[in-house]
């Protein structure tokens, strides 16, 4: 009875002293991310193709932010945004697992005993600071103090079980590299974070509990673990995000393969490269954090020139969708070598935009049947997708092509140009800033109505379901007017979907009018006026940037 009651107390001193540790690690990381968070996912972004640059990347911007899982759930969502391809993370996904290592050097000197005092600056630093930038360096002050003290505490929950018996016993299964493995990558898994694993392991090696060669298979099981953040951050990802997920569990699965067989051989050269002598209980903990180093450094060096080889073995393992891939936001036309002849690269960067108006056609005539429920609820091209997704798909390609198009005419306008082409470059320009801006309205609009379903959208009346549709029907014969009045930059055809503009606006004033008159008389007009009133709006501001591109259309062609 003793003997679990004894247990029983160590265990819920460490579970607490475990939860001030994560919750430190949280609000540390939190602090960290909001002083530098967006600048970290920036910097990452622009990492070229250069290996050795994003390793350095990866590793400063772990160490930085002291969580690969965050590392790894920001590239998962960079690749997922195209804003990097899964090849220029490979590189990153090295880098990043040699950052974790910094903790685990800096708790093996034991400067967990100063947690105090650093939580108690860190917080007077973010109670007094007024500088929204000291506040969220006194916020990670104060979480890494926390996390310094949970591990104090961790540390003297565990100091009684030196000379506990079934502990020891229990310990000594871990003599067995197969189940420390084992139990070092389903306890990462469970709490979700390597580091605060690595601290466990240091931890009891400090008390004494834990030899270097049990050590080391329970760091190489946390490395497996922690892949479960980013392989959760994945689901339902696009292919190239999946394959960074999988990278990480390929790099680190191959390396404990490599390591397993090695311990004591291993174990003997970190002891070489280590101190033996010093306080007690820093010895084993500063060689425990030495080995993850060197693994994690030996790891990087090895995979590093084999970059390459593990990018076509992940395209083989995740190959390429025909259908995800024509879903994907890319550029079909605009290419950097024609740049040197800019009527050819005009023609391109034309070619595009019109590209973008037929993707708005689509979008635009989707708008109506995703409010009102009407019609079919799959997407008309990809039946995988609903009316609401498609559209959604189809405003990030908008976006992508819109950004990609612009950064290409500024490109083309530093060229020699005449004066017909400099005035097609900057109408361009404006079109596709009008045309995004089109796709942004849609999403706006769908945004307004997240929880309306098609059954609460059906008790709008028939009559106004009538004006609706006609003035969807007139919005949509426009924007595909301007498709062939983009391909041939015509102001002819411009200039006749300018007249019609008025019709456009006469329909709406009638079509608000009526509405107004139904709600005098007919109670399920006023249930559905906000809902009618914000379809009639977002119409009258797409109208409005169709009308600016068909007049961007005449100023190109004016001489």
């Known amino acids: 009875m003793e003997s679990g009651l004894f247990f029983f107390s160590v265990a819920i001193a460490f579970a607490g002293g475990l939860a001030l540790f994560l919750y430190g690690i949280r609000v540390m990381s939190g602090g960290l991310k909001k002083a530098a968070g967006s600048r970290m996912r920036d910097f990452i972004a622009r990492i070229t ?44 996904i090295l880098g990043a697992e040699i950052g974790t290592t910094a903790m685990a050097q800096l708790i093996a000197f034991r400067i967990h005993e100063y947690g105090l005092p650093v939580f108690a600056a860190g917080f007077a630093i973010n109670l007094l600071s007024r500088r929204e930038a000291l506040r969220n360096a006194g916020e990670a002050l104060y979480g890494f103090g926390l996390f310094l003290f949970g591990m104090s505490i961790m540390s003297g929950a565990v100091a009684p079980l030196r000379s506990y018996g079934p502990f020891l016993e229990l310990l000594g299964y871990m003599e067995n590299p197969l189940y420390s493995v084992l139990a070092g990558m389903l306890l990462t898994g469970l709490i979700q974070s390597s580091g605060a694993f690595i601290v466990i392991v240091i931890t009891l090696a400090q008390q004494g509990s834990l030899s270097l060669e049990a050590g080391i298979p329970l760091l190489l099981g946390s490395n497996i673990g922690t892949c479960i ?66 693994y994690n450094v030996f790891m990087a060096v090895m995979f590093l020139p084999l970059i390459p080889f593990w990018a076509k073995l992940l395209t083989r393992l995740i190959p390429d969708s025909p259908e995800e891939t024509r879903r994907q936001p890319s550029v079909w036309y605009v290419t950097a070598t024609a740049l040197s002849t800019p009527s050819l690269a005009l023609s391109y960067a034309r070619a595009e935009t019109v590209r973008m108006n037929r993707i708005l ?169 906000d809902r009618h009133m914000e379809l009639l709006h977002a119409f009258e501001e797409m109208h409005h940037y169709c009308k600016s591109i068909a007049r961007s259309i005449m100023n190109a062609g004016s001489q």
């Open 229 to 294: 953040t980013a392989s959760l951050a994945s689901l339902g990802m696009v292919r190239s995000a999946k394959r960074v997920a999988l990278a990480q569990v390929l790099f680190n699965v191959s390396g404990v393969a490599v390591f397993l067989f090695l311990i004591p051989w291993y174990a003997d050269l970190v002891r070489m490269l280590s101190p033996v002598e010093g306080v007690p209980g820093t010895v084993i903990p500063r060689q425990i954090a030495n080995a993850h180093t060197l």
């Open 49 to 92: 193709d250069n290996r050795f640059s994003g390793l350095l990347a990866g590793a400063l911007a772990t160490m930085m932010v002291q969580s690969s899982s965050t590392i790894m759930v920001m590239l998962v969502g960079l690749v997922q945004s195209q804003l990097m391809t899964y090849q220029q993370a490979l590189s990153i």
């Open 361 to 529: 056609e689509r979008m635009v005539g989707a708008s109506l049947p995703a409010i009102t429920g009407s019609g079919s609820a799959r997407d008309s091209v990809f039946a995988e997708l609903s009316l609401i997704g498609g559209i959604r798909m189809r405003e990030e390609k908008i976006d992508f092509i819109e950004s990609k198009v612009s950064d290409y005419l500024i490109a083309i306008s530093r060229q020699e140009l005449g004066e017909r082409e400099s005035r097609e470059v900057f109408a361009l320009m404006t079109i596709v800033k009008d045309q995004e801006s089109i796709g942004d309205s849609i999403e706006a609009l769908l945004q307004k109505l997240p929880e309306r379903t098609s059954k609460s959208s059906s008790a709008l009346t028939a009559e106004g379901k009538a004006d609706l549709r006609a003035l969807h029907a007139f919005l949509c014969s426009e924007v595909a007017g301007l498709t062939g009045a983009v391909q041939e930059m015509s102001a002819a055809r411009a200039s006749a979907i300018m007249h019609g503009a008025d019709d456009f606006l006469v329909l709406a004033a009638a079509a608000e009018a009526r509405h107004l008159q139904r709600l005098r008389s007919l109670p399920e007009s006023a249930m559905t006026h």
